[in-house]
């Protein structure tokens, strides 16, 4: 190794001393090149080495998975037997089962609470933040707000399974003002577990959205909201016209973390309702765990794993074009 | 800026609001958490008697002290291996800009798209052929690779804003590549790479998925992953099943409270690399 780098710093010399008398005849401008061309080939050699570790274990434990499950897609299998080719048909059946395709809507309804509430909710607490709590008040009150975000997605499923149970703190809450009439086992309940857990989302997401998008308000240059206040903009013209198109970057990265959150759901839904009551809170992290590991149908799993990946890809997509000026 | 009275007021209740929906739900286990096990008691009240010795049941049957060595261990084998490598890359990616460079950054980006629930089912019969299904490399060994994109992706957004001038310089008075990424480069990124660090250890310590598909023994798995087994097994004893949820969220809000500042920075430009 250490002999290697001695060859390089050697061969670096040889380059730049040779850039410095490249103007004295032509056969040693050859030689220059020939020693400019190894020393590229071993900078680009070196340079490999240094990517080359990173790169087998993301080829390994990303890339191998993922065309595995692409090839999986096109087979029926059990996990032990023999495979059997079977073509598109595992789409085919994720696209006729009602069960199958249900999950692919119930993550779209998730989409409107993990992210649409959050974003918007969070942009309104943002600027209502950024006016009123200066101070340690407000250091306090993102310290708060954004706790839900650090504790594990499971603990937040159990908490709230048990706030949303029978005996729980919500119905609770809701005899004590009177609403006695509307309580129910939400989780277990057909027209509302799918809500309920896109309560418990907007509780882990909302502060994290609050605090991204507080830090890109204070980013933004207060003269704006100056001229616009001597303009006689109130609070909502300033926040249409300044605040939303200013953020449109943190809105965007909002979007996208909420967005691929409601999605790729799992670990909430698998705690709070593990799918139910029947399908209704399916969605398909949940049904791909349950075809693979309690169903033992491998390539519809696949398919529906391999249909995942399409359907976060073609929603984050755009979202990325529309938030960022310049794509990488 | 001048705020009238009334907004301020009504700006504060708010906050004070949103901060009570955010801790009301911490109270609410830990107070149940105190009562008799077995019972089912209402949402928030506290107890006449309170049971402190749940949390001493909940820690044992959780076997807390093998858990907290388990995620200890795994964060430690994930954490360091995976800020070595991603940093290396970033630093070939971005900096050195070597040939190809465009198509591996390609590369790595495709996955940042990928969600977990992708892969996880060949994960599973890959590791079985690999002779690891069911020990921690089950976990570590794919985590790593997992927060490939994402990791070299941010190092990468941290090297390709390095001027060029810093390595020009370093190279006439001979410094070698290792050299110019040892010496120079690497004491430069230490911002980066401590978010990072930050960053990874939270996902790694909350990560279930991967732990509960991949490791059958709770005991070898992540906290996140315990948590779901510890579930499983007391989720008709509520007392209990929230005293066990207290202790292993614990270390997280109190890592949290300690480090707040650099964690939220860390999560939040974090997504916004991403």
Redesign the interface.
Known sequence: MRQA??A??AC??MV?KMMRSDDRSAAPAFSWWIALSKAIRR??L???L??L???T??????????L??VR?SFYRWD?IGPMTWVGFKNYRTVLEVPNLLETIYNAFRLVAYFSFIPVTLGLV?AS??Y???TGS?GA????????????????AG???G??L?L???????LRAVGLGSVTRAWLGDFDWALPSVGLIGI?VL???CT??LW?GMTKLD?AL?ESARIDGAG?FTEFIKITVPLLR??IG??L??TV?AA??A??IV??ATAGGPGNATAV??IQ??IL??TQQR?GL??AL??M??IL??VV??PIQRLSRETT? | MRISRAELWAGRSLLFGLMAITILPFISIFMTALHPSGTVPRGLEWPDDPQWGNFVEAFKVAEMPALLASSTFIVLAVVPVALAISTMAGFAIGHLRIPGSRALLFLFVFGLTLPFTGIIVPLYYLERDMGIYNTRLAIVLPLIGLYMPFAVFWMRAHFVNMPAEISEAARVDGVSTWGLFWRIHLPLARAPISSLGILMSVWTWNQFLIALVLVEDPTQRTMAGALGAFQGHYATDIPLLCAGTVIIVLPTLVLFVLFQRQIIAALLQGSVKG
């Open positions: 780098q001695e390089t710093c670096h010399l730049l900078e680009t070196i340079g490999w240094f990517v570790p990173a790169l274990m993301y080829a390994v434990f990303v890339l191998v998975p993922f595995l499950s999986y996990g607490v209502v933040m006016r009123v709590a008040f306090a009150a993102r310290t708060v707000l954004f706790l839900p975000q650090v504790i594990p997605l499971v603990a159990i908490i709230w048990w706030l149970a005996p729980g703190l919500i119905n609770e809450i509780w909302l502060g994290f605090v991204l830090t207060p909201y609070w970057h943190e990265v909002c996208t973390v691929t999605l790729a799992f670990d698998y705690v398909p992290g791909i765990y693979a590991f491998i799993a696949s794993a391999v995942l990946m976060v890809l984050i997509l990488l």
